[in-house]
């Protein structure tokens, strides 16, 4: 499966979901198969994601946060798995889309081919951490985890994509702020 | 000033979720916040997560040594600046008037023109200097952009 089909998967399943989209293809991807007020696109700011999603998620208990990150953001920034496991946020689902490459930059490998992102996430002591093949069931794994008690993780194996070439994300990155605020 | 009392002051001014990654010289405040302070792995991480405390309603506070702002800068350029996301940053000054350790001097030397560089309003503070910068960051803070308070070694006790 291409992180595309998995994002447009996703996507059609949230709710009232906040769902905080890393940047490049993966904020792209889900621009353009369902924007809606409840998702955060990142334009910049690579390996945040899942820092906003988890502050947003300590504040707002009361609401499930979902963050769409990348095997690429999640290396810059793997001490927030760390963060994740001592908060321990039970409204949190962490989904990583894992193509062992920089997609939007052409490709370029990762490590993530070598290192399994998933067994860091468990030994970090994330509750929930599931690993998924490329052809596995994202769908009924996604849906597991917004029943359980989080924080969880899900990482998917999805391949890079050459083809990708989506429209980026055309709305003023205020107004992404703002309709999320008040959504 | 004493740090509990700058504390109060911070939370009249409305600040209620704080993050940051210590330094000797903040010392004081945190524990003064107690269980209220988050701590973070690193000074961009705690921006990221006092963003999305400030998407989920929060008046957010991250407080660092100056040795942070360089991770910080991605953050406050490519997401806090664009997105008009406040944040309120409160940054203890090591190698001040070239007098520290080694590895604060360039730092030191070039903090203040960094936050002038990327006109991120901020000011210098000893400890009757306080008030009136929290008074200048409300305006920024409320206009969604993020304000600096460089704290000197002596501002805090």
């Known amino acids: ?21 890393a940047n490049g293809f993966i904020s792209r991807d889900a621009f353009n198969s369902k924007d809606r007020p409840r998702n955060f696109y990142m334009l910049g700011s690579m390996g945040q994601a899942s820092s906003i999603g988890l502050g947003f998620a300590m504040v707002q208990p009361g609401k499930k946060v979902v963050v769409f990150d990348g095997d690429g953001n999640l290396l810059m920034n793997l001490g927030v798995l760390a963060m994740i ?33 998933a067994r860091a996430a468990a030994g970090c002591g994330i509750k929930n951490t599931i690993r998924i093949g490329p052809d596995g069931d994202i769908t009924s794994a996604f849906n597991d985890c917004l029943k359980k008690e989080g924080p969880s993780l899900i990482l998917l194996k999805v391949e890079c994509d050459p083809e990708e070439k989506l429209p980026r994300v055309n709305i003023a990155p205020t107004e992404i702020a703002e309709r999320f605020r008040n959504g | 000033m004493d ?19 210590p330094c000797s010289l903040l010392g004081g405040l945190i524990e003064s916040l107690g ?20 998407l989920g309603g929060r ?19 490519s997401l806090n600046m664009i997105y008009d996301i406040p ?11 070239g007098k520290d350790a080694p590895e604060h001097l360039v730092m030191g030397k070039h903090c203040v023109e960094l936050m002038e560089t990327f006109k991120i309003a901020h000011k210098v503070c000893g400890k009757d200097d306080l008030d009136d910068a929290l008074k200048a960051a409300d305006k920024e803070i409320s206009s969604g952009r993020p304000y600096c308070i460089f704290i000197k070694g002596d501002t805090l006790e």
């Open chain 2, 59 to 77: 008046r957010s506070c991250v407080l660092m040594q100056n040795s942070g702002l360089g991770y910080s800068l991605n953050v406050l350029t």
């Open chain 1, 1 to 21: 499966m291409i992180m595309r089909d998995a994002i447009s998967k996703l996507i059609s399943l949230m709710k009232d979901e906040y769902v905080i989209c």
């Open chain 1, 85 to 117: 496991s001592e908060i321990r946020p039970k409204n949190f689902v962490h989904i990583v889309f894992d193509n062992e490459c920089y997609n939007s930059t052409g490709g370029q490998p990762t490590i993530s081919s070598n290192v399994d992102l």
């Open chain 2, 87 to 97: 944040v309120l940053m409160i940054v203890s000054f090591r190698g001040l008037g």
């Open chain 2, 35 to 54: 269980e209220e302070y988050v701590p973070s792995v690193r000074e961009d991480t705690a921006l990221g997560l006092a963003a999305g405390a400030y």
């Open chain 2, 3 to 21: 740090a509990a009392a700058f504390k109060d002051k911070l939370k009249d001014h409305g600040y209620s979720f704080f993050t940051g990654v």
